[in-house]
């Protein structure tokens, strides 16, 4: 038998490494690096492991009651994530349950959880302990483009109250999208080869309208005129980008991708400046994927000419953006085989050998985070390139290698990693009866 290759570089981060024992102190040397930082980015390596939003919740706690920070920008739809910062900050009948309510398309667990559902309800009662009309009041938003119908709904919504007329042009430019149904995708393929079918003129020209009747719509007095403005201007965007999106998706990956996420960055962009004029200076806590947080420029796909949120935030907001990613080397994670299919609780195969997550397993410690900014040996260590692991919403342990890997230097893609080498799925609301089913047996092979 072949002798394992040990990693040597273990040593100097296991020196850098700051252990993580569940303590309330554990991320001090964290919020030391954040500083006076306008900007935190807070990744995770998949999107259903229960301990990446447990600690990303108690790490935005803390930024919330000692920085200062009054909003939270997560990937998910502008009009779904808006119902829940209506219930945050008090309006409304809803209770935290149902403040959730809006997420009802795949992969509804992101949002539909057990740690979010805490967190929400956290979030309400922070603001609610707050003077009325306090500028630190936190508020909570969706920065993804996904939810085209949704919002061509709410801007014609929006519309209806307060001005009858645009609201009927409006509806007649977004009725060009009804020919293909709900389905966005059935859009997008028409539009991709028979330009006759496209709809861009029509939303681009909705677009212009809104904002050349702003002044008109913001007569009324006081913030709320502007906020509800505001959501509607942000829909009408999203409208106009989902549906170059969709387009774009058959044209190929790193054109639709860079569109979705400069969408993302003009959105966490658009609302600093709403925030900014209603008082001090925003601070935005955004929650989201490794592979959006991640600065581009230091992995494989940015090299093919990708850009991400990360890489657009740095380059807009410099040392007062910090991006914190998460690793993990094996447990379980809530997950689905395919698109729009049901969540299966799934096992985690290990790190493979020589990728991060394999080195910090080596590293002996059960939790730990180490602060890249700080250069030295660990970051030098971890300037080379090898490989990260990356788990969306499917995740496909059998071709693990070619469908979740790739190559990245971490000191450069990241201020700080965080590792939690075993980690537990993240628990659905809507948890499906056979959602233990999914698992991969621990004895499956491990080299594929």
């Known amino acids: 038998m072949v002798a394992r290759r040990r990693d040597r570089s273990d040593a100097v981060i296991r020196e850098a490494a700051r252990p993580l024992q569940g303590a309330s102190r554990d991320y001090d040397g964290l919020l030391d690096v954040v500083g006076d930082a306008q900007v935190v980015l807070i990744g995770e390596a998949s999107h259903g ?15 919330i009651e000692e920085k200062g920070f009054t909003a939270g920008c997560v990937e998910a739809d502008w009009p779904s994530a808006y119902r829940i910062n209506r219930f945050v900050r008090g309006a409304g009948d809803d209770d935290a349950l149902a403040a959730l309510g809006d997420f009802q398309s795949f992969p509804r667990w992101m949002w539909r959880n057990d740690v979010l559902l805490d967190f929400v309800r956290w979030l309400n009662g922070h603001n609610a302990h707050l003077p ?3 500028v630190h009041t936190v508020g909570f938003y969706g920065i993804d483009l996904y939810s085209l119908h949704s919002s061509i709904r709410a801007v014609i919504a929006y519309l209806e109250t307060i001005d009858k007329e645009a609201a009927r042009r409006a509806r007649a430019r977004y009725a060009c999208f009804e020919h293909f149904g709900e389905d966005p995708q059935a859009y997008g393929f028409a539009a991709s080869f028979q330009l006759d079918k496209s709809c861009e003129d029509k939303v681009v020209r909705q677009l212009e309208d809104l904002r050349g009747r702003s002044a008109e719509y913001l007569k009324k007095d006081g913030m709320i005129a502007e906020d509800e403005y505001f959501f509607a201007e942000q829909n009408a965007r999203l409208a106009l980008n989902a549906e170059r999106y969709y387009r774009t998706m058959f044209e190929g990956r790193v054109s639709s991708w860079n569109l979705r996420d400069s969408h993302m960055a003009e959105t966490l962009d658009a609302l600093i400046a709403h925030l900014g004029r209603q008082g001090e200076r925003p601070k935005v806590v955004v929650w989201a994927h490794n592979s959006h947080l991640g600065d581009a420029r ?3 796909v940015g090299a093919q000419g990708e850009h991400n949120v990360g890489q657009l935030a740095r380059q807009r907001y410099g040392s007062a953006c910090v991006n914190i990613g998460f690793t993990t080397y094996a447990g379980t994670v809530t997950a689905a085989d395919d698109w729009d299919e049901p969540p299966k609780r799934m096992r985690v195969r290990p790190g493979l050998e020589g990728s991060y997550e394999d080195l910090f397993h080596q590293v002996g410690l059960p939790r730990f985070w180490i ?13 080379r390139d090898r490989l990260e692991r990356a788990i969306g919403v499917v995740y496909r342990p059998r071709t693990e290698r070619m469908s979740h890997y790739f190559h990245c230097r971490l000191s450069e893609q990241f201020d700080a990693v965080i590792h939690l080498d075993e980690t537990s799925a993240l628990s ?13 047996p621990e004895t499956y092979p491990t080299g594929v």
Request: net charge negative.
């Open 428 to 440: 659905p609301l809507d948890r499906p009866e056979d959602w233990h089913l999914g698992e991969v």
């Open 371 to 383: 602060d890249l900014r700080a250069g030295g040996p660990a970051a030098e260590a971890l300037r």
């Open 49 to 63: 492991t229960h301990e990446f939003y447990e600690e990303r919740a108690r790490i935005t706690r803390r930024l």
């Open 132 to 134: 009325q009309g306090s």
């Open 298 to 300: 230091a992995t494989e």
